[in-house]
């Protein structure tokens, strides 16, 4: 299984607070993802990145925002909490050679409950 | 955009029994398609991918899934689940965006097997 750590698992916050999940990798894999995970409507795509400081929106990308200073750290910010933001948190990986075609590893998600 | 398209959100079915978990994508001039499996409380693994030749694609655990061009659907079948199969089934379509990639899924299908 590919070394994918995601971190915290669990965060309680308030509203309108600052928050930071992180997403460690140890494969190389050039391409990761942040998905959420909610009833109803299966993952949805937030944000992904391609390469160090190479990333693109999701369908969901609206009040959240990443970075990826090097490979094997992927950071997704919610800049201000909402309730609506509560959710469970994955993150993916898949390698850079025929990344159309090759399977995504998954991390064991952070749960994240906004109050 | 490539979508994808889940009809059921919750097959019940007995131990035993055959099973098919639709998925439909859309259209587009070449498409690599996925299912993947999560287990209660886990992230998710693969169970098996669609890329090119031929149309029945074997995975793990005895899943196997056609695809029809024609109808653009990857439908998923087993022909006799256990209870250990019990979890949720996502499809997945990977989206060339330039020059980089998205994977998209479905908002997944919750199979629960009875004894």
């Known amino acids: 299984d590919a070394g994918i750590t995601q971190s915290p698992r669990h965060k309680v916050t308030e509203t309108g607070t600052p928050v930071t999940l992180r997403c460690h990798q140890t494969e190389n894999h050039r391409y990761m993802y942040w998905y959420r995970q909610d009833p109803g409507h299966g993952l949805r795509l937030i944000h992904y990145s391609y390469g160090v400081k190479d990333t693109d929106k999701g369908e969901v990308s609206d009040g959240y925002s990443v970075s990826r200073s090097k490979t094997e750290d992927f950071l997704l910010t919610l800049e201000s909490a909402t309730s609506s933001q509560t959710s469970v948190y994955f993150c993916?990986?898949?390698?850079?050679?025929?990344?159309?075609?090759?399977?995504?590893?998954f991390g064991q998600g952070t749960r994240l409950t906004v109050v | 955009a490539q979508s994808v398209t889940q009809l059921d959100s919750q097959v019940p079915v007995f131990e035993e029994a055959p099973v098919e978990l639709r998925c439909n994508y859309s259209s587009s001039v070449s498409v690599y398609l996925f299912w993947y499996v999560q287990y209660p409380n886990q992230g998710l693994q693969l169970l098996l991918k669609y890329l090119s030749g031929s149309t029945l694609v074997k995975g793990i655990n005895g899943f196997e899934a056609e695809f029809n061009k024609s109808q653009t659907s990857f439908h998923l079948r087993k022909p006799s689940v256990h209870i250990s199969d019990t979890a949720e089934y996502f499809c997945?379509?990977?989206?060339?965006?330039?020059?980089?990639?998205?994977?998209?899924f479905g908002s997944g299908t919750r199979l629960l097997v009875r004894p």
């Open positions: 993916a990986t898949k390698q850079g050679t025929s990344p159309g075609n090759t399977e995504a590893f």
């Open positions: 997945a379509v990977s989206e060339r965006v330039d020059s980089s990639y998205k994977l998209i």
